[in-house]
Each structure stands twice: as C-alpha cells, then as structure tokens.
C-alpha cells in the first residue's frame, strides 16, 4: 500500500467517516448548549523556601519534595472541611447562597433529622469553624453535615474538583485556583484554602518556633557570660604582672573555693528545677499545641453527643464545661503549674541555672589554669606576658563565637516576625469580572475531532488487516499470467446481454465495465483459438456475470457464441435462460450427419440471435462422472464449424476437480479472481497446476474492482 492508495480508499469511504462525525457534533452541541459559564480567581502562597535562610539550608535542597508537601495539605480533609464547614454556613444562614439545591425534598429532610434541626446545625457549623475538626462519619451529626456537602457540592471530593493547586516552578509561590459558575464563590473558596492552611500551620508550629527562639537567646547568654570572665581574667592577669605573686595565688585560690561553692549550689538548684519539671510533666501539667488540639476535639466529641442527645444531659454540660475551663488555662499559660510556680517560670529557671553552671565551670576552670600558671611558671617578665597572650586568644576565640551566635539569633528573630512562620499570603483572590473562555467549541471540536480521527485509524486499520486482493498491481505480482482485465465494481440493472446493444446511458462504472469486457474480446479473438474455460478457484468470483458479458461482447462483433453450463453445483446459467439438464444426457456421434441439428434441438435462446446455451442438472458430481463418452465437447473438437466460440462456464477448483476434469476438451483457460477475495495459497497451487499443463493459459481477469484500488 502506498500514500497515493490510501488517500484514494479513504475518499471512497469519506460518507462513512463524515456521516458519523457530523452526528457525533450535532449530539456535542446538543449536550453542551446549556453549559454555564465557569469563572476562575486564584490566591498565590510564599513559602519562604527558596530565601537564603541559614538555619534551612539542607531542607532547600529538596525544594521539590517540600512544595509538594505543602500542597498535599492544601488538598487534605483538614483544610478542606474547614472550607466546607464555611461554604456550608453561607449557604444555609444568607439569603443569597452560592449553590441552589435541586432535591429541596433531601435538603429539608437532612435538616429536619439534625438534632436541633436548623438552629442546632448552624450553632455545630459555627462551632466546628476554625477547629481544624474533621468529619468523623461514625458520628450521625458529621455523617448528616457530609450529606449536606455532597448535596451543595462543598464536600471535599466535590471541591478537588474544582480546584487547581500547583507549584510555580522556579519561583518560591504556591497558586491555588478555584473555578466554578460564581465568580464570588470562586474567590470564597480559594482565600479561603489559603486561610484555613496559614490558620493551620500557625496553629502546630507556633509554640514550636517560640521555643527555638527562646534556646537561641540563652545560647548567646552563655557566650557573652563566657567573654566577660575571659576578659576579666585578662584583666587580673595584667595586676598580676605588677602584683606580689604569693598574694596572686592567695587571692586565685580564695575565687577558686568561691566559684566551686556556687557552682555546688547551682547543681543543687538545677537538680530540684529538672525534679519539680518532671513532676508536672507526669501529672499532665505540660500543655503544648497537641495537648491543646486533643481538648479540642473531646470538646467537639461530647458537645456533638450533648446535640445528639437532645441537648439535655446536664453531666455531659458540666463536662464540657470542665474541659473549656481546662483549655482557657492551658491557652493562657501554655504550661502546667507545678508547685505553684508556672511552668514557664521553672523552664526560664532551668535555662538560667544552667547557664551559671556552664559559666561557673569554665571560670573553675580558668583559675585553676592560672594558679598551675602561677606556681610552676617562671617570674620573669617573659613567663608573665606569656601566660598574657594565652588569655588573650582564648578572648579572641570566645568573642567571634559570640558574634557568630549573636547573628543568627537577630536572624532568627527576623524570620519568626510572621506566627506560621515563612508561609504567607501574597495574593488574595478577587472575584473575576469577565468568565473564562467558553469550553463549548473545545468540546465540540475535540469530539468532531476524536470521532472523525479515529474513524480514519479504523478503516485504515481494517484495510491494513483486509487480506483481499483489492488491486491489479497485488494479483500481477502474485501469479505469472498476465493481468487481462481490470473489471470495475458496479451495479448492472439490466439483463447483461442487452448491455452491449443499448443506446441508454449508462453510469460511469458500468460504461468502464463494457469498455474492459471489450478489451478482453479483443485478446480472444487475437488467439485463434476457439473453445473457453473461464475458470477459478473460489466461488462468487464473477465467471458467470464473465462468460455473459463475453458473449454479449462477441455478438456484437456478429459472432456466433455458444454457451455451455458444466456448473453442477450452481447452474445459474442453466436457470436463468430455463436450460434443462441436457450436457450429462446428451451423447453425440462423431458419424452422424445429423449431429448438429440433434444439438440444437437442446439449445435454448438467450435472447441474442448470436448466442445459445446447453444447459445442465443441478447436483454434486463433475463432468467425468455424469458425461457419456460420446458427449458434446468430442464432438465440437473435431467437427463443430456453427459456432465461432465456444465459453464453458464451470464450478470453482474449490467446489471439486470440475475444471481440471475439462482441461482436456478445451483449447485455453481464462482465470477469474474477485478483488474483495483473498490470494490464497490454495489460489498460487492452482495457478502452478495450469503453468503445467499442456492447455494454454489466455491469462486473468481481476474482477470486481473499486476505482480508488486501481494504479494510476
């Protein structure tokens, strides 16, 4: 197959690919003519990931992986029920909602089954709001609010639907898009998203953020505590160069008994502090932000019992009581108490004592370092200034620590200005004065489209896999013989024998057919030969409509044709003309002078004075079983002069042996094959059968041809 072919087939078959595809846009715009148009607002995120941040810098290298991080929780229950929670109230409380509920029977029988019905249902919206709660459905007051979501459509399933959350790549910004048929209802849902994931993260990493804050403050506090005992002690040394050194080493070793003493008391007083902590710690006095969400949420457990219950169980009132007492202490302190001293104060206590510890150590330290100075050095001045500059690198030392801690404390004060820490929102959604561009000519066009490409794929698809023969150049390259005829694929109205002698037009198929039947006349008579077998090796290949249209072709050059039928397996000629089963009865002998006219007395008119026909009985058997032995075809090989040609019509090579069996009476054969039947392997071993035998092949005639398989 080639380009040229394949272009040709498929504007034969373009009705079949038009037809399909204009419905195909009919029923696309039938669907879509009442689409609504859609309005699209998006809110824009700054993580802060991609600053230079020097506390971060290993968690900048995935960049990537925390972008997607944060935007799986954009898309989590958590965030999105709070939206729907919203969305849910608006709705139900304003008298302009976004959405309008169709089934109004299940919107009021859904609030009618609420406890508290409408009232208890806004008060358990209000009251969930800014929670962070997520539906629980064992719970028939959550599973009752998800009915009513998926009924306005806010659940979070429906609301992914209708959103898009994505990743400016590059840059350091989330964009979260919100599209729906309201313009305001677009810019509600994406602030909102934005809203509900700040209000979150603050909610889990604020405490936490204090708290690093607060370990870097007393990290700089013990390096500066450290510098001022360094240059203190710079300082005693530089007395000590002009000093007596007994009364040196009196005073070292008196600081050195008074640093050890308070260092045992701080010991003492941090071991109590870390007891006392300890002590709160097990008796549930730390409260941190998870403490605090677990409060919430037995809260949220017992009042949505309370609702269920009728709204009358007064123990369940007194404890929810209890725990809103409960968490007003721990959002107030943030701590437990232990001792009566808050646990804030005891973490503040602990801080300081361990720094007096630490500085009270290395100032230990320090002294005794110089007393060992003192009492193996040598007193020379050199020793002494010695000893000088060792102190003075350990304050070189000591001072760049401190600066070093100092900055990235100042940094890190800088980065906590926002309570959720980097997170922020940059852009705030507005509601869109002009709707998207209409997605009703993308949906036609993309079904017109799809149907009409894939009606191409599939007829070429099933002409790729089609085994037929199709064209002329396919059965020239497939057999020796050469190709005769090419007969076009047409529809004849009229009896075939009249078709050479009319004067009505004809359509353009069928003049082509009259033209080629023509041509092939003309290969007859220039053989000089006078008997026919139009044969072939599968059934309905067209030698009947063949040995007709010859003849027809050859009276119209005034030759005398006669017609014999030695089909027994489908006498179609035999029936058509009213031919009785004379071939198998018929016997002849070569001496009878009236032979000729015994044969006439069985031949039957066509119609054409040129032309008659000897019929023959329908049944399954051959010619060598049925005909006697003095039958006609003896008789026309050595005496016939009536007729210029003799066509046998016979049966297939796959129906029996038929046309082998009559190889012997004739003078040439002429192979039909039709070009919507396949070249089989059966077809090239008859085709190698007649190259050996003595009977010549006139050639093949390639039938039933459509004008795109013809080669141009």
């Given amino acids: 197959m080639n380009i040229s072919y394949l272009i040709r087939y498929l504007w034969e078959k373009k009705w079949l690919i038009l037809i399909p595809t204009l419905l195909v846009l009919v029923l696309a715009w039938f669907f879509t003519r009442n689409l609504a148009r859609e309005y699209t607002s998006a809110a824009v995120l700054s993580t802060g990931y991609m600053d230079n941040n020097p506390f971060e810098d290993s968690r900048n290298l995935n960049s990537k992986l925390l972008f997607n991080n944060v935007i799986q929780t954009l898309k989590s229950d958590q965030v999105l029920d709070q939206v729907s929670y919203e969305l849910l109230y608006h709705d139900l409380s304003g008298s302009t909602p976004f959405q309008k509920v169709k089934d109004q029977s299940a919107l009021q029988e859904i609030i009618n089954k609420y406890p508290g019905k409408k009232p208890g249902l806004l008060e358990s919206l209000t009251h969930k709001i800014d929670s962070f709660y997520v539906l629980d459905l064992a719970i028939n007051a959550d599973r009752k609010i998800r009915e009513l979501s998926d009924l306005y459509q806010y659940s979070p399933e429906a609301l992914m639907e209708n959103i898009q959350i994505d990743w400016i790549e590059g840059s350091d910004f989330i964009r979260v898009e919100s599209t729906t048929s309201d313009p305001n209802l677009s810019a509600l849902i994406s602030n909102e998203i934005c809203g509900r994931f700040l209000a979150l993260y603050q909610n889990k990493q604020g405490l936490s953020s204090s708290a690093s804050i607060e370990t870097l403050k007393n990290l700089v506090d013990t390096k500066k505590n450290i510098l001022d005992n360094k240059l203190k002690l710079l300082q005693d040394q530089n007395t000590l160069a002009d000093a007596n050194p007994d009364q040196m080493l009196s005073s070292l070793r008196s600081q050195l008994v008074q640093q050890k003493s308070d260092l045992i008391g701080a010991n003492a007083a941090l071991l109590n502090v870390t007891k006392l902590i300890d002590e709160a710690g097990r008796k549930g006095g730390l409260a941190d932000n998870e403490d605090i969400i677990a409060l919430r949420n037995n809260i949220d457990q017992l009042y949505a019992k309370y609702v269920d219950g009728g709204s009358n169980d007064q123990n369940l009132l007194d404890q929810i009581a209890k725990l809103r007492a409960e968490l007003q202490q721990k959002l107030s302190t943030l701590t437990g108490a232990a001792g ?373």
Avoid at 462 to 478: C, G, M, N, Q, W
């Fill in 340 to 712: 009566g001293t808050s646990m804030g104060d005891l973490q503040k206590q602990k801080a300081d004592l361990e720094i007096k510890v630490s500085v009270a150590t290395q100032t230990i330290n320090g002294l005794e370092n110089n007393i060992r100075s003192l009492e193996h050095a040598a007193q020379s001045s050199a020793a002494q200034q010695g000893v000088i500059q060792g102190i003075q690198s350990e304050i070189d030392v000591a001072r760049q620590q401190y600066i070093q801690t100092n900055n990235v404390y100042n940094e890190a004060l800088n980065r906590n200005r926002f309570p959720g820490n980097h997170f922020m929102q940059v852009l705030h959604a507005s509601p869109p004065i002009h709707p998207n561009p209409s997605k009703k000519i993308s949906i036609i066009s993309f079904a017109g489209m799809g149907i009409f490409f894939a009606l191409i794929f599939l007829s070429l698809f099933l002409e790729f896999i089609d085994p037929s023969i199709k064209t002329p150049a396919y059965l020239r390259a497939s057999q020796p013989f050469p190709l005769l005829a090419n007969l076009r694929h047409t529809r004849i109205d009229q009896p075939i024998l009249e078709l050479f002698h009319t004067d009505k037009s004809l359509s353009p198929t069928t003049d082509k057919f009259r033209d080629q039947i023509k041509q092939l006349r003309f290969e007859l008579e220039h053989t000089e030969k006078k008997i026919f077998l139009i044969t072939g090796y599968h059934p309905s290949s067209g030698k009947t409509t063949l040995v007709e249209s010859l003849a027809g072709s050859l009276s119209l050059n005034n030759r005398t044709v006669l017609l014999i039928d030695t089909n027994f397996h489908n006498n179609t000629l035999s029936q058509k003309y009213g031919a009785g089963p004379v071939l198998e009865k018929l016997e002849i002998d070569s001496a009878d002078a009236l032979a000729l006219q015994k044969i006439r007395k069985n031949l039957v008119s066509t119609g054409d004075r040129n032309i008659e026909l000897l019929g023959c009985g329908n049944g399954d058997y051959t010619p060598e079983e049925v005909l006697p032995q003095k039958n006609i075809f003896t008789w026309l090989q050595k005496y016939d002069t009536a007729y210029d040609y003799v066509l046998i019509d016979s049966a297939s090579v796959s129906e029996g042996p038929d046309s082998k069996e009559l190889l012997k009476y004739i003078d040439a054969t002429l192979v039909v094959f039709a070009a919507d039947q396949p070249f089989t392997e059966e077809d090239k071993k008859f085709i190698e059968f007649l190259k050996n035998t003595e009977v010549a092949t006139l050639g093949v005639v390639l039938n039933k041809v459509h004008n795109y398989c013809l080669d141009t």
